[in-house]
């Protein structure tokens, strides 16, 4: 087994809800309650769950963008939340993250050049015309060509630039790339080409990926191991296969069932034997029900749920699951 | 992007006629010397309070001075007044709104202060900034400036803020580029459009503001001409001799409408959305 690249323990992120006279919050939004999970070197961990779970949350707690209110990131062993923004800095370049729209993460008034260019301005010792060699390389390395330099992001469909904005992420050898929701908002036929170039960019760089996404066919094709998330919490985690082959927690099971599959009549037979669909809404984060988080909506929801929060166990060696249900012994 | 605003601009015929008016004025004006018939001191008291004639196209006033060449030569202090004024608000209050949408210090105290000049009225500042500083050039065009600077400083500071939740800006944030940075190379070039429009937009209300001071008699000195001081004197004989105020106002309204509309123009032609 390689080693752990990313460490996360405990993670937690509150925001302030509003501020009353005195300057005290009113209360917290909970995006965050409680994450820990690791990243080998070499994999991809794929984070699912629907909107509002707080995966996004995550990603910016590891790359930076957000402060963390409790718990640590730590890549190598250096634990980075907490870390002074001078010494933080010289350790942006470890993680790159893209992000969902492709459309808005790149400056429309600078050259592709210009933006590939930029983080290794910031961040590499490398004169002008290694730069731009660098640049042509990436371009190439995300199958664009490389005149298109000179050209501006107006100038390109969405696919187009979500490579762009890959380029830009590779351009400082990062150890770990987020991609937040990196291709939902591209065409479907698209998203396969971009999700295949991420595969292929793996392979060849030896990439290390944290893969968010709403999206549980992509991320069951990019992963090697599936986090699943729901109301800040991590529910369940497991390879891959195993998640797909015995998934316990009931919202897994749930958000499984609600996969559409690509013939008519299986989905409808499917639909009529183990459509697992869900009643109410998601409680709000700012006053997340005691207990299990998930027992509101719980189909096999019991009493113990509604005041006792589970405790991670592990079901299956790499497998765990929280909730009561699904404990030593308790299978169901 | 920039070739293409130019051509949104000669398309746009209104945009076209505002240059040309606009040309127009401040041409005559930079060469009131040559351009004026008269001096703008030259006092011809037997002709005083003339109506139009071939002599004195626009009449001429009290003192028997001509109106059109005052005209020319009062233009020349409002149009620099309200450049001036412009530049200064937009270098002041640009800097002031980027800092205070940017770092949350910075707002606490910048956005505080704006709260206090925005509750006390511009002209009280204007005239203690006349009274204890004097009254040169220069002075009256920090006390026009300060009018605008308070708007500006809120509209850039809205823009920042939303810039600064942009994708390409957490990007940057991402590798480590350093906040002066992100806002020079990635957040003003985005905003510049806001400012440009806003600023053509003061330049209008900052030649008003100047002829308002100079009603007060806060602004220029006589026998200087300037456009406010003309519509001052004016409104003392606007029952008999129409003329005096007519034609400095008339003049002004025209060099403020020609701004505002090449404004809305800008505004247009620097919006990718608007096609």
Redesign the interface.
Known sequence: MAEKLLEVSGLKKYYPIKKNLLGKPGGYVQAVNGVDFSIRTGETLGLVGESGCGKSTVGKCI???ENVTEGSVALDGVVLSGMPERQR??R??D???V???PY???????TIQQIID??MQ??LDLSRQERLERTRELLRMVGLREEYCSR?P?EFSGGQRQRI?IA?ALA?DPRLVIADEAVSALDVSIQSQVINLFKELQEKLGLTYLFISHNLCVVKYISDRIGVMYLGEMVEMAETEELFQHPCHPYTRSLLSAIPLPDVTEQEEARRENRIILQGDVPSPANPPEGCRFHTRCPLATERCAQEKPCRTEVAPGHTVTCHLCGKGGGI | MQSKALKKIIRNPTAVICIVILAVLIVSCVFSDVLAPYGFDEQQLHNARQGPSAEHIFGTDEYGRDIFSRILYGGKTSIVIGFAAVLLSVAVGGTLGMLAGYYKKAEMIIMRLVDIQVAIPGILFAIVIVATLGDSLFNVVISVAIFSIPTMIRVVRSEVLSMKQSEFVLAARTYGLPSWRILLVHILPNIVHTMIVLATMRFASSVLTSATLSFLGLGVKPPMADWGSMISNGRMFIRTDWWVIVFPGLALLILTLAVNLLGDALRDALDPKVQ
């Open positions: 790359i930076g963008l800095r010289k942006r370049r993680i790159q993250m992000f969902q729209n808005a993460s790149l400056n429309q008034r600078r930029e983080p910031v961040n501006y107006h904005a830009r400082v």
